[in-house]
């Protein structure tokens, strides 16, 4: 069966920064739309960035020039890169294939002080 497991959450303080991983088993990795989406209490979840097959990214406006999402075809996996975190990043992390039904159990970022 199709897993997706993330990990790198954890607390960070403002202007730090964090890597989140996603490594999937039972799909052919490489020829699908990534994407990792989160989603803070009381919010609805978001969509942080997604990318494709051939490399093409997305994000959304409020994660644009601090975020990078990136990926490696040959472990199967998802990363994130989050530099100059702020106080409103914080939330529950989650990967999943866009545009499936295939979701990871999510990693909390926290970034406080």
């Known amino acids: 069966q199709v897993q997706l497991v993330e990990s790198g959450g954890g607390l960070v303080q403002p202007g730090g920064s964090l890597r989140l991983s996603c490594t999937a088993s039972?799909?052919?990795?490489?020829?699908?739309?990534m994407g990792w989406y989160r989603q803070a209490p009381g919010k609805q979840r978001e969509l942080v960035a997604l990318?494709?097959?051939?490399?093409?990214?997305n994000y959304a406006d409020s994660v644009k020039g601090r975020f990078t999402i990136s990926r490696d075809n040959a472990k199967n996996t998802v990363y994130l890169q989050m530099n100059s975190l702020k106080p409103e990043d914080t939330a529950v992390y989650l990967c999943?294939?866009?545009?499936?039904?295939?979701w990871g159990q999510g990693t909390q970022v926290i970034v406080s002080s």
């Open positions: 039972g799909i052919i990795f490489s020829n699908y739309v």
């Open positions: 990318i494709t097959s051939g490399y093409r990214t």
């Open positions: 999943t294939v866009i545009s499936s039904t295939y």
